[in-house]
C-alpha cells in the first residue's frame, strides 16, 4: 500500500486507512487491526464505508476488534458483541479511551437474547463479523434486521460462508467487494 492513498468524496479527496494497512499478506492475517484501528474487511469495503459512516450514526456490531475502534473514531457509539473471552479483553484494553464504545462478552444464546431487546429501527450500521464457531451469523443477520432504520447500513462479511450464503438479503442497494484469496469471497454493503 502506498503512503497517502486517496479517494475522491464528491469535490473533495480524503486519505483512506488502506494506506496504514502494511501490507497484503498482513491484511489477510489481520494484523495490527487493533493497532490501526481498521475493520477485517475487504479494502473496497473499507474504503466504502470510509465514505458511508457519519459522526451521528449509532453502531451494532458482531464481532469486535480493529472495526469497533474504526467506528468509535468515526461514529456517535457502537455496541460490539464479542464470544472470545480472550480477543474480548484485548479489544476491551484498546477502547477504554473511547466513551462512546461498549463491548459485550455474551455466547449465541446471550446475543440472540440481547438482540431481541434492542430498539427496533435505532442503528445507522450494524456488522455481521462474527466469529464462525461460536455464533451463527445468519441467525444473527436476521435477527437485527429490524433493529435498523429505514435507509440504513447491514454490512456483511465473509458472505459466502458461515451460513450466509443462504442469507435472504433484504430489498434494497446491494454492494459486493470480493478480495482474491479472502475468506468468503468479500464483504456485502446493503443499504436497506
Known amino acids: 500500500m502506498g503512503n497517502g492513498q486517496k479517494i475522491k468524496k464528491g ?6 486507512i488502506v494506506a496504514n494497512i502494511p ?3 498482513a491484511f489477510f492475517k489481520g494484523e495490527r487491526t487493533l493497532k490501526i484501528g481498521y475493520p477485517w474487511l475487504t479494502f473496497g ?3 466504502a464505508l470510509e465514505g458511508i459512516v457519519d459522526k451521528n450514526f449509532k453502531v ?3 464481532g469486535s476488534g480493529g472495526s469497533t475502534i474504526f467506528w468509535a473514531k468515526n461514529c456517535l457509539s457502537v455496541k460490539s458483541f464479542e464470544t472470545n473471552p480472550e480477543w474480548f479483553e484485548n479489544v476491551k484494553k484498546r477502547i477504554k479511551r473511547f466513551n462512546n464504545a461498549r463491548i459485550i462478552l455474551a455466547d449465541e444464546k446471550q446475543t440472540l437474547k440481547a438482540i431481541k431487546k434492542e430498539l427496533d429501527g435505532y442503528y445507522d450500521l450494524v456488522l455481521v463479523d ?4 461460536d455464533i451463527k451469523r445468519i441467525l444473527v443477520a436476521n435477527a437485527v434486521l429490524p433493529k435498523i432504520k429505514e435507509s440504513g447500513w447491514l454490512v456483511i462479511d465473509n458472505y459466502l460462508k458461515f451460513g450466509m450464503e443462504n442469507f435472504k438479503y433484504p430489498k434494497g442497494e446491494i454492494y459486493t467487494f470480493d478480495e482474491l484469496h479472502y475468506s468468503g ?3 456485502r454493503i446493503c443499504r436497506l
Open 11 to 16: 469535490n473533495v479527496f480524503i486519505k483512506t
Open 185 to 187: 469471497r468479500g464483504t
Open 45 to 47: 469495503a473499507i474504503i
Open 23 to 25: 501490507g497484503r499478506k
Open 60 to 62: 451494532l456490531e458482531f
Open 130 to 133: 462474527s466469529y464462525p464457531g
